[in-house]
């Protein structure tokens, strides 16, 4: 289908119920109360996930800058990963989405009191289950598991098991605040899901400057649990009041809601998927050299911030809909709906690409030297970023396609399919990393989610759920033509360009790297007859 294609004629219907609202201004879409389209959904996740990550930048310039890449900061890295484990084998990162198609039905069914009390019954059983699990998580899990990234320093595995213990309580706030959010989504209003990433960011950055001089890199974990209770409990639990809803002392084995999102997660609590796993796997194998797993994590959260703007939050932004459509059994336009998020994501993100891949050494140079991050450290980081921007049109359109199978309620394929890949995977990983080090966990990394994605692909078109023939296959070559044309441009310039250094030639090489990126890539896609220029600027118009 091409990306120019009119909607269809329900599709339009929607858009024109959506266009009948009134107007309240031309930045009404920022308030929390707003019922947003699926474009200006996406437009606000992706402005809020920009200024998140841009704080994010901020927050790993700062850990660089005042802790290096050593043994503290691989152990402040490897204390997140039982905490993740925890959050992904009880649903927390689940939580949102599952519950979000489940309460779309209450609410297409008229039953409003049915899902209240359905999101009552599943906070309280599940805090009880949780908490459960915290307790023995840190006081039995916790020191065996620390041993699986152990180096070889004592010190280095007590600092991580000390991190460890302050960041596993976060988890239960997590959880709490996924359920919640899904209340706002399901009335399609993203503002609070927003924000609540911004509010955590800044936790880690306020624990580490009021508290690094006196507690060390623990300073952070600390930052970390506090803006898991102001950020995704409290920001959310806000939503619920001010919407009109109310938590409820109940607890109801039976109640048909627990059952369904049961139902709907167990597949998600047993599948372990690349997606996940691929940190954690990479955490494992880069142990053996200090400062090797705090360079590969840097790399991968320069990578993963286009990725969230683009890929992460219009997932987000799409789930409610795509629920919609499928719950009202307009199966054409959710079909239609799908293909054209994923071809217009893939599109976007070749581009970024090659802007990634071209300049990755100054930007790493610019976000993370200095201090106790020296330019080798740098330099190395910026190698595996520009491996690692290789995958994500990948990366970011298996967002897409996994919330396909959510909206369909069918979440059993895909985390049968992702627990197989991540199995088959693992001997590719050491396999690569015995012959060619550390640089090859990146290769093998991309190779991972290049089968998960196409698997995810392929499984939607043979359950008949969104057809490969949908995909717009010429808008996404034009865009992959571009990309090569102004990366290839952007590459050259910072090659003939004068060898300096220092913040100011770092921000002048972004800056001229940048703009050739963008008018080599804008006349390429104008020249090839893409549809990508014309919707950006109408949207900006818009």
Known sequence: MKMSAP???????????????????????????????????????????????AIGLVRDKYIAYTFGAGHQTDAYNIAFNLPDWVNYLLVGGA????????????????????????????????????????????????PWYIRLYSSGDPAQDALALYMTRILLPGQLFFFAGGVLASVALV?????????????????IILGGLLGAHWLGIP??????????VAGPFLVNAYAVRRSG???????????????????????????????FMDSQILQYFAKHATGDISRMMNAKKLFTAPMAIIGQAAGAASLPFFASLYSRGMYEDFRNAVNRSVTRI???????????????????????????YTHADSLQTAMFLAVFSLSLALWSSQAIYIR?????????????????????????????YAHF???????????????????????????????????????????LGAASISGAGVFVLLQIAPARSGYIWDIALLTAGCCAWAALGFVALHLTGSALPAQILRRRKS
């Open 245 to 275: 809803g109310r938590w409820r002392p109940v607890l109801d084995f039976h109640n048909e809601g627990l059952r369904d999102w049961v139902k709907m997660s167990l597949p998600m609590m047993l599948g372990v998927t690349v997606v």
């Open 404 to 432: 396909a199978f959510y909206a369909a309620e069918q979440t059993l394929p895909p985390m049968v399919a992702g627990t197989i890949i991540t199995l088959v995977s693992l001997p590719m990983y050491w396999s690569l």
């Open 219 to 228: 300073s952070l974990a600390w930052g970390a649990l506090a803006g898991s």
């Open 437 to 479: 080090g550390v640089i090859g966990l990146a290769w093998a990394s991309n190779l991972a989610i290049l089968a998960h994605t196409v698997t995810l692909a392929v499984l939607l078109h043979k359950r008949y759920l969104v057809s490969l023939d949908g995909l717009d296959y010429k808008e996404i070559l034009r865009s």
């Open 346 to 372: 893939i599109s976007i993100a070749l581009l970024l690409t090659s802007a990634m891949f071209a300049m990755a050494r100054p930007l790493c140079d610019l976000v993370l030297r200095g201090g106790h």
């Open 7 to 53: 909607p269809s004629s329900t599709s339009q219907a929607i858009t024109n119920t959506n266009a009948k609202r009134p107007k309240n201004g031309r930045f009404d879409f920022l308030r929390f109360s707003h019922k947003h389209t699926t474009t200006s959904a996406a437009m606000l996740l992706g402005f809020f996930a920009l200024v998140s990550r």
């Open 95 to 142: 939580a949102s989405i599952s519950f979000v198609t489940i309460l779309s039905r209450y609410r297409e069914q008229g039953r409003d009191e049915d899902g209240e009390v359905a999101l009552s019954v599943i906070l309280n059983t599940m805090a009880l289950v949780l908490g459960s699990a915290l307790l023995l998580a840190e006081f039995f899990i916790a």
């Open 187 to 203: 009335r399609k209003q993203f503002s609070y899901q927003a924000i609540s990433p911004l509010v955590y960011t800044m936790g």
